[in-house]
């Protein structure tokens, strides 16, 4: 499909029209249905214990939401937290500036080896270099553009142009470097492309669908949407996303991101290390990481998630304000990861009551009371 032939352009759009029809408007008729968790195969004992321990270990959580197949089982927040506030993702943000470069391109917009110059005629150097000519798309999504550092984005100069006179040292595609600036340049060609900023781009094509009311997005003085950071969303818009990338695209029954689009974003593209003890060394995709345990996630700084995890059925999303996100990863997988069976187990209510209050009278602590 992302080469664009048009037999499949056609059956993309055509499904998309087709699907819009058919999707409400309303927010609450598109939440998340819940349901017990011993009901879906997973220990409410194991859910607390995993509660209890992120709140003794984790500086600080904010909210945490499990779903698993497809039902939300376990949901708090810390007061003053609460489900109908928005978040602030910081780096989150880029998964879903990845899904509409990955819409884009199905709509026959662009493609992944344009090269980045293409979008930007006017605020290209004078006589870019041979590497800054062989930048591609894919290489932004990758976080391997070719930089060795980050370029420094100002008010008083355009951001794209900023970008495009930052030396590139590197062959595209050779050398990881986390590269925040790289996708705003993404969020920058998707609106040249479309013709409208990242955000209200995805309105009608993944907001509006997952019932996803009001997400804020700020933009450069250019007016492009930041890409990179500054998305705010609740909780359960988290979720829905990542359950969203569980099936592979697919909602109530609508492909709302193609299937291939989700393979290509949630693989590991690109190699940044060899830690088999990291979660941030094995592997990138297009603006998704690779986890431990088969998982995939996208993740923003102080500690916000959204794990998918293919091989349990499940998505874990957290906000947080942590000060370590690798410690914050290893209680899901020490104490989450081991609650959740293969099968469905028996009522439990005794536990299910006991996690409930547990979640009910959660509550931000400073550090001292930790």
């Known amino acids: 499909m992302f080469n664009h032939p048009f037999a499949s352009r056609l059956w993309y759009l055509a499904g998309a029209l087709v699907g819009?029809?058919?999707?409400?408007?309303?927010?609450?008729?598109?939440?998340?249905?819940?349901?017990?968790?011993?009901a879906q195969g997973v220990s409410s004992a194991g859910i607390r214990q995993?509660?209890?321990?992120?709140d003794r270990q984790v500086t600080t959580m904010h909210s945490f939401m499990l779903v698993r197949h497809g039902y939300v089982i376990a949901e708090g927040w810390w007061k003053p937290e609460a489900p109908g506030k928005p978040h602030v993702l910081h780096s989150l943000s880029k998964s879903f500036t990845s899904t509409a470069v990955g819409l884009a391109i199905a709509e026959g917009k662009l493609s992944l080896d344009d090269p980045v110059l293409k979008f930007f005629p006017e605020e290209a150097p004078e006589a870019p270099s041979d590497k800054l000519k062989a930048m591609r798309?894919?290489?932004?999504?990758?976080?391997?553009?070719?930089?060795e550092t980050e370029a420094k984005?100002?008010?008083?100069?355009?951001?794209?142009?900023?970008?495009?006179?930052?030396?590139?040292?590197?062959?595209?595609?050779?050398?990881?470097?986390?590269?925040?600036?790289?996708?705003?340049?993404?969020?920058?060609?998707?609106?040249?492309?479309?013709?409208?900023?990242?955000?209200?781009?995805?309105?009608?094509?993944?907001?509006?669908?997952?019932?996803?009311?009001?997400?804020?997005?700020?933009?450069?003085p250019q007016g492009v949407s930041f890409g990179g950071?500054?998305?705010?969303?609740?909780?359960?818009?988290?979720?829905?996303?990542?359950?969203?990338?569980?099936r592979k695209g697919q909602?109530?029954?609508?492909?709302?991101?193609?299937?291939?689009?989700?393979?290509?974003?949630?693989?590991?593209q690109v190699s940044n290390g060899s830690d088999p003890t990291k979660d941030w060394d094995q592997g990138y995709g297009f603006q998704f990481w690779r986890c431990r345990h088969g998982a995939f996630r996208g993740d923003g700084a102080n500690g916000q998630f959204c794990v998918i995890l293919p091989e349990q059925d499940a998505v874990v999303a957290i906000t947080a304000d942590a000060r370590d996100m690798q410690a914050e990863l290893n209680v899901v997988w020490d104490k989450l990861l081991p609650a959740i069976q293969n099968?469905?187990?028996?009522?439990?209510?005794?536990?299910?009551?006991?996690?409930?209050?547990?979640?009910?009278?959660?509550?931000?602590?400073?550090a001292a009371a930790k």
């Not at 705010?232 to 569980?246: H, N, S």
């Not at 099968?343 to 400073?366: D, F, S, V, Y």
């Open 50 to 54: 995993y509660i209890e321990a992120a």
């Open 20 to 38: 819009a029809a058919a999707i409400p408007n309303q927010a609450a008729d598109l939440a998340l249905p819940r349901s017990s968790p011993e």
């Open 137 to 147: 798309v894919r290489d932004l999504l990758t976080m391997s553009c070719g930089h």
């Open 229 to 246: 950071f500054g998305l705010k969303l609740r909780t359960e818009d988290i979720a829905k996303f990542g359950q969203l990338y569980l």
């Open 251 to 268: 909602w109530l029954g609508r492909q709302l991101v193609p299937a291939d689009w989700v393979e290509k974003a949630t693989a590991r």
């Open 343 to 366: 099968l469905p187990l028996a009522a439990n209510p005794g536990e299910e009551a006991r996690l409930k209050e547990t979640l009910a009278n959660l509550a931000i602590r400073t």
């Open 153 to 220: 984005f100002t008010d008083s100069t355009s951001w794209a142009k900023t970008f495009l006179a930052h030396p590139v040292q590197h062959k595209p595609g050779t050398l990881f470097l986390y590269n925040t600036p790289g996708s705003y340049m993404l969020s920058a060609i998707v609106q040249k492309a479309a013709g409208q900023t990242v955000l209200d781009y995805l309105r009608p094509r993944l907001f509006e669908p997952l019932g996803i009311e009001n997400p804020e997005w700020g933009t450069s």
